[in-house]
């Protein structure tokens, strides 16, 4: 009995293209946006997002800002999602002025930054450096009534704790709470890793929160 190739629609190569890109497998997904294309399929604003994200996640940086910049030029109003990717790609490649020029036109074109947003924000700022930007930011997300989640105070303690700035990392380990905030298990390996016996950190550690002071008697296994 004869079958009928079926074609596959939007959603479907949108479930296959996230798939191979998440699997690392860059070339089958390239192929497969080609086939999309000439099959007559829609590549919709979802399908971009896909793309966008894919090649940023898999070191195509450049080929995700092209194609980005293609996009723009065809007038489709942007989501968030994909604003969020290509400021994290714009950092990725040094561009820090236009990753602020993304994050202004979040607003100016009527959205809302979310918690992503301000989380790529604030870390690709604190890797570079730039702890004051980063926590004006911070404060900018409080008033937006956008609370920091555990992942973000984590992630801000980290960067803070490999730069030495243990201080300011200490006033961020305050907010964390147990409940709504919590210390990760990657966050505590670093404070035992740095602030135990061995640890780099071992004599300052008096400047941690004192509930956090007993990693100064911990021994790195």
């Not at 996640?57 to 293609?70: G, H, V, W, Y």
């Not at 065809?74 to 990725?92: E, S, Y």
Request: charged content about 25%; overall charge positive; hydrophobic content about 40%.
């Amino acid at each position: 009995m004869m079958h009928k190739k079926i074609k596959p629609t939007t959603a479907t190569y949108g479930t296959l293209l996230n798939g191979l890109f998440r699997a690392g497998r860059t070339a089958s997904a390239k192929k497969m946006i080609h086939e999309m294309i000439e099959s007559g399929t829609t590549v919709s604003l979802s399908i971009y997002a896909i793309i966008l994200e894919g090649l940023r996640r898999n070191n195509c940086t450049d080929e995700a800002i092209t194609l980005f910049q293609k996009v723009r030029a065809m007038n489709i109003k942007l989501d968030v999602a994909i604003l969020n990717t290509m400021i994290n790609a714009m950092f990725k490649v040094q561009r820090r002025e236009e990753a602020n020029d993304l994050f202004a036109s979040i607003s100016a074109s009527g959205l809302v930054p979310n918690a992503s947003t301000y989380r790529t924000m604030i870390t690709n700022l604190l890797k570079e450096g730039l702890v004051e930007e980063a926590e004006n930011m911070l404060s900018s997300m409080e008033k937006s009534c956008c609370a920091p989640d555990s992942r973000l105070i984590n992630d801000t303690i980290r960067i803070l704790l490999e730069q030495g700035e243990v201080v300011k990392a200490g006033n961020y380990m305050s907010r964390v709470d147990g409940k709504s905030i919590s210390l990760e298990a990657s966050t505590t390996s670093l404070l035992i890793c740095l602030f135990s016996r061995e640890g780099k950190y071992r004599e300052k550690i008096k400047l941690l929160p004192v509930k956090y002071q007993f990693f100064g008697g911990a021994t790195v296994q």
